[in-house]
C-alpha cells in the first residue's frame, strides 16, 4: 500500500512537469519621485492575473507570459497608479521602468486579498484574512509576533495573555493547519508558546483562512495559517542587513545576491539575552542553585532562491531553533516549596521546492521536506505547604522545619509536602512529498491539483512518580486530564492526499469553486473524501457576496494532543475502531466598500462536530462519604464527623481514545477596516465584532467550549503624526471565558495497602491538624457552568525615526495594558479548615508592561 502511495505521487510529479513551452516576461524598476527605489510596490497585469512585489532595490519581474500586448500597471498606497503597455515576443524580455508620484490612497487598485484590502471579486474563498508584515512588527502590544497580530482579528481568540495559540471559530489550537513556506510545522511555538516561530523581519505573506477553506488544505478541522518568508534582497550585489534590539532578545536578519543563477540568500538569528542577565542576579540572591537558565530559545532561518534556467526556479528552505529552561529552587529559598526542572526542546526544518512553469497557463509546483520537533524534560519538586499548614500564605522553610521537629517529639504524624518528580519526552519526525499544480485551462477555468505523501514517526514517554495525596488531589478535579504515570509508545505511519478543484466563471457576476479531497489515514487504516464548494457573486463592483460548504476530517496523532492539552494512548489496540474527527463549514459573508478609504464585511459561519476524540469514561469504583448531621462544627474537622468510606460504581477518565463527543460553533462577525498602511500619512486600522457561542456535547450533556467567548470587540489602529512618529493603539473586549466552579468541599480518600493483607483499604486522609480536604468540583453536569470576569486591555505603542550616520534607525516604545486592568486567567480554591469554608483566588495576566527596543538597516 505505501509503495503504491509513493508511486502515485510520483506519477503526479511527471503528469504536472510534462508541457514545456517558450515564454516572455516583462522585467523592471518601481522608483518614486526622488528617484529613490520602492519596496512592496503591487506590479500587476490585471488580464492574465499576473503579478509581482517589487524587492528592496525597487525591481521586479514578471516571467513566463505568451507573446501580445499587454498593460502593466503598478500601484502603492499612497501613490498615484501607474499604467503601462508593453508589446512582448516570444523568448524576449521587456524592461520598463515606473516612477510614482505620491497621491490620493487609491483602494480599488489594490487587488492583493488582506485584511485591509480589496478581494477580487472572482475569489470564492470566504473568511479570509492576510496581514501585512509590518502589521506584525508594528502593532501595539503584539510583541512583533505574527499569532498576536492574528488574536486580534474577527473570529480569532487569544487563550490568555501568556499564549500566542489561535483559538478560531470555537475549534482548539490542534485543530489549525500552520504552514511555512508550504511545510507543516507541529510545533509553531517559541518560549513554550509566548511567541510563534515566525519572523515578522523575514516573512512576505501571511494569511490566514478562518472557515470554509479549499480542498487544497486538509487534515485539520478548523483553520489554516499559511506563512511565506521572502526572498532575499538582491540590489547591486552587496549584502544589506537589519539589527532589532529590545528589553528581552535580538533579532538580526542579513541578505544579499548569489553570484549566480540569479539567485539570493536570506538569513535571520534571533536569541532572548534577558535570561543572560536575569540568571546570575536569581543566583546571587539565592534564590536558584547551580546552573540556571530561564526559559530562553534560539533560532535560525535561511532561504536560498535560485533560477539556473528559464522556468525554472528552486528554493531552500531551512530552520532550526532551541527552547531551554534550567531551574533549581535555592537552599537558602524562604519557602518550603521546592521545584527543580530541565527542559530542552528543537525544531528542525529543511525543505526543497521547484517551481516549473511549463507553459503561460500552467505552472507546478513540487516540494521535499524534512521536520522534526523532539524535547526533553526531568522535573522534581515539593509542594503544598499552604494545604498542609491551612493557610493562603505561603510556610517558611524555618516555620515548616519546626513545625516537624515539635510533631515528632510529641509521637504524633509529621506533615510531609506533596512530592512529585520524573521525566518525560517526545520525538515527531515527518518527511513529505508533495505537488500542486495550476492550469488556467481558459478564460473561464482554472484547474488546481495536487497531492501529497506523509511518512511520520510519533513516540512519547512519560514516567511520573506522585504521592498517594496527588493523585487524589489530580483526581476531584473533572478539568485535569488523566496523564499515565508511566507509558512509552512510538507510531511510525503514513498518510496521503489527493485534491482537485476548479473556479469557474459562470457568468460575469457569478464563480464557484467546486472541489474535492480525499486522504488515506494508515494509523487508521481508513479512507476520507471530503467534497468542498464556495461561490462569489458581484452584485456591483462595489459589493460582493460568498458562501462555502465543505466537509473537513482530522487525524489523530501524539502531535496534536501537545496544543490540545490533552493526552491519549495511541497504541494499536486502541485506534483499531477509532474513526477521524469531522466538521462541517457553512459560511455566508458580504463585503462592501463604503468608498475608496472603508470597506465593510459582514460574515455568518455554523460549524458542526462529528466523532470528536476525547479520552474513554470507564465505570469504576469510587469513594464516598456523608456527613454525620448535628454535630458540633469542630468535630467535622475529624474522621468521627464522617461516615466510613463507601464503595460505588462511578465514572473515572482513562488515557484510551473514542469518538464520544459531538459539538457546534456558530456566530457573526462585523468588520469596518480603513484602508491604509503602517507608515502612511493616515489612519488605518479595524473595528471588529464578534458575537460567537460554541458547546461540546457529551453523555446527554451540554459542556460549554473551554474558550467559549461570547462577545468580542477589537479596536485596532494606527496614526503618522509626523514624519519621525507613528502612534499605534489595540483595544480588546471579550467576555469571561467558562469556568468549572467549586460546588464545594469535601474529604479526601485515599486507599492505603494492608501491609498484612496486601488489600487495599479505604480511608479519609488526615494530619496533625485533622481532616484533609479536597475542593468539589462536581461532575460532568458542572463542566464549564460558570464564566470567569470580562476581559479588556489597551496597548499604545510610538514608533520613531531617524537617519544617522547614513543608516535608518527605528526606536519604539511598547507598553501592554496601559491602565493595568487585572485580567483573570483563572480561579484557584483552598479550604479554610478552622471554619471549613472555601476561599477563592483569582489569578491574573499581564499586568502594565512597557518594552523599549531599537532596529537599523545597513
Known amino acids: 500500500m505505501k509503495l503504491f502511495w509513493v508511486g502515485f505521487v510520483v506519477l503526479f510529479i511527471a503528469i504536472g512537469n510534462a508541457s514545456v513551452g517558450q515564454t516572455a516576461s516583462v522585467r523592471g524598476k518601481v522608483f518614486d519621485n526622488a528617484r529613490n527605489p520602492m519596496q512592496g510596490a503591487t506590479v500587476q497585469i490585471k488580464s492574465v492575473k499576473r503579478g509581482a512585489i517589487s524587492k528592496r532595490d525597487g525591481s521586479f519581474s514578471i516571467n513566463n507570459l505568451a507573446a501580445g500586448t499587454y498593460l502593466v500597471e503598478t500601484s502603492v498606497i499612497g501613490y498615484e497608479t501607474q499604467k503601462k503597455s508593453v508589446t512582448l515576443t516570444d523568448g524576449e524580455s521587456e524592461t520598463i521602468t515606473f516612477v510614482l508620484k505620491q497621491g490620493k490612497v487609491d483602494g480599488k487598485a489594490i487587488e492583493v486579498t488582506a485584511s485591509r484590502r480589496v478581494q477580487e471579486q472572482t475569489d470564492t474563498r470566504t473568511s479570509v484574512i492576510t496581514v501585512d508584515p509590518r502589521e506584525a512588527k508594528y502593532k501595539a502590544g503584539a510583541v512583533e509576533d505574527v499569532f498576536r497580530t492574528l488574536q486580534t482579528m474577527p473570529g480569532v481568540v487569544a487563550p490568555s495573555d501568556f499564549s500566542s495559540q489561535l483559538v478560531v471559530r470555537g475549534s482548539g489550537p490542534d485543530q489549525n493547519l500552520i504552514l511555512l513556506d508550504n511545510i507543516e510545522i507541529f510545533n509553531p511555538y517559541r518560549l513554550y508558546g509566548f511567541i510563534s516561530l515566525f519572523n515578522p523581519e523575514t516573512v512576505s505573506g501571511i494569511s490566514l483562512l478562518t472557515g470554509g477553506f479549499p480542498a487544497k488544505y486538509g487534515d485539520r478541522l478548523s483553520a489554516v495559517l499559511d506563512v511565506t518568508n521572502r526572498e532575499g534582497y538582491t540590489g547591486n550585489g552587496y549584502i544589506a542587513g537589519k539589527l532589532n534590539i529590545s528589553l528581552t532578545n535580538a533579532n538580526l536578519v542579513t541578505e544579499g545576491a548569489l553570484p549566480f543563477w540569479n539567485g539570493s540568500w536570506l538569513l535571520s538569528s534571533r536569541r532572548t539575552y534577558y535570561d543572560l542577565i536575569a540568571g546570575p542576579i536569581a543566583r546571587s540572591t539565592g534564590a536558584v542553585d547551580g546552573d540556571v537558565a530561564l526559559p530562553n530559545f534560539r533560532d535560525l532561518q535561511g532561504k536560498i532562491v535560485v533560477q539556473p534556467w528559464e522556468n525554472h526556479k528552486f528554493f531552500v528552505n531551512g530552520l532550526t531553533s532551541r527552547d531551554n529552561t534550567e531551574f533549581t529552587s535555592g537552599a537558602n529559598r524562604q519557602q518550603a516549596d521546592s521545584i527543580s526542572i530541565t527542559d530542552r526542546s528543537f525544531n528542525d526544518v529543511l525543505g526543497l521546492t521547484w517551481v516549473y512553469t511549463a507553459a503561460n497557463n500552467f505552472v507546478t509546483t513540487t516540494g521535499l521536506s524534512y521536520y522534526a520537533n523532539t524535547g526533553a524534560t526531568t522535573f522534581g519538586g515539593l509542594g503544598g505547604s499552604q494545604v498542609i499548614a491551612g493557610t493562603t500564605d505561603q510556610v517558611s522553610r524555618e516555620d515548616f522545619v519546626k513545625l516537624q521537629d515539635s510533631l515528632r517529639k510529641a509521637g504524633m504524624d509529621i506533615p510531609t509536602l506533596f512530592s512529585i518528580s520524573g521525566e518525560t519526552g517526545y520525538n515527531f519526525r515527518k518527511t513529505s512529498l508533495k505537488n500542486d499544480n495550476i492550469w488556467k485551462l481558459d478564460s473561464i477555468h482554472t484547474v488546481e491539483f495536487g497531492a501529497q505523501y506523509d511518512q511520520i514517526y510519533t513516540g512519547v514517554i512519560v514516567n511520573i512518580d506522585l504521592d498517594p495525596r496527588l493523585k487524589a488531589l489530580r483526581a476531584s478535579n473533572p478539568r485535569i486530564p488523566p496523564i499515565p504515570e508511566s507509558f512509552e509508545n512510538g507510531v511510525d505511519y503514513f498518510r496521503t492526499a489527493f485534491y482537485a478543484q476548479d473556479n469557474f466563471r459562470v457568468t460575469d457576476k457569478l464563480t464557484l469553486q467546486p472541489g474535492f479531497r480525499t486522504d488515506y489515514y494508515a494509523l487508521l487504516n481508513k479512507t476520507y473524501v471530503a467534497p468542498r464548494v464556495s461561490g462569489s457573486y458581484a452584485f456591483t463592483s462595489a459589493t460582493t457576496l460568498r458562501a462555502a460548504w465543505g466537509f473537513y476530517y482530522q487525524s489523530p496523532g501524539y502531535e496534536k494532543l501537545f496544543d490540545a492539552q490533552v493526552f491519549l494512548d495511541l497504541t494499536d489496540s486502541n485506534v483499531t475502531n477509532l474513526r477521524a474527527e469531522k466538521a462541517t463549514h457553512y459560511v455566508l459573508g458580504l463585503d462592501h466598500m463604503l468608498n475608496d478609504e472603508w470597506q465593510l464585511r459582514v460574515e455568518g459561519y455554523y460549524k458542526n462536530f462529528n466523532d470528536l476524540v476525547l479520552p474513554k469514561r470507564v465505570k469504576g469504583t469510587v469513594y464516598s462519604v456523608e456527613k454525620i448531621p448535628n454535630l458540633p462544627d469542630s468535630v467535622y474537622r475529624t474522621r468521627a464527623g464522617w461516615t466510613t468510606p463507601v464503595a460505588s460504581i462511578g465514572d473515572s477518565l482513562t488515557t484510551v481514545p473514542i469518538n464520544s463527543a459531538t459539538g457546534e460553533a456558530y456566530g457573526i462577525e462585523i468588520m469596518l477596516q480603513k484602508i491604509g498602511s503602517v507608515g502612511e500619512n493616515n489612519l488605518y486600522g479595524w473595528v471588529s465584532y464578534s458575537l460567537a457561542l460554541a458547546n461540546r456535547y457529551r453523555e446527554g450533556y451540554t459542556i460549554p467550549f473551554n474558550f467559549d467567548r461570547r462577545h468580542s470587540i477589537n479596536i485596532v489602529g494606527g496614526y503618522k503624526a509626523y514624519d519621525w512618529l507613528d502612534i499605534s493603539f489595540t483595544f480588546t473586549y471579550g467576555s469571561g471565558f467558562p469556568w468549572t466552579k467549586a460546588t464545594g468541599i469535601k474529604p479526601r480518600i485515599v486507599t492505603v495497602k494492608d501491609t498484612v ?58 507598553i501592554i495594558n496601559v491602565y493595568n486592568n487585572r485580567n483573570i486567567i483563572s480561579e484557584q480554591y483552598r479550604v479554610n479548615r478552622e471554619t471549613l469554608e472555601l476561599t477563592t483566588r483569582q489569578q491574573s495576566m499581564l499586568p502594565i508592561l512597557p518594552t523599549l527596543g531599537f532596529s537599523v538597516k545597513f
Open 757 to 814: 493483607t496486601g488489600q487495599l483499604n479505604a480511608k479519609i486522609d488526615t494530619d496533625w491538624r485533622g481532616v484533609i480536604f479536597d475542593v468539589d468540583r462536581g461532575g460532568l453536569e458542572n463542566i464549564n457552568q460558570g464564566r470567569l470576569p470580562d476581559y479588556h486591555r489597551l496597548d499604545l505603542r510610538f514608533t520613531t525615526y531617524a537617519h544617522w550616520y547614513d543608516l535608518d534607525w527605528t526606536f519604539y516604545l511598547d
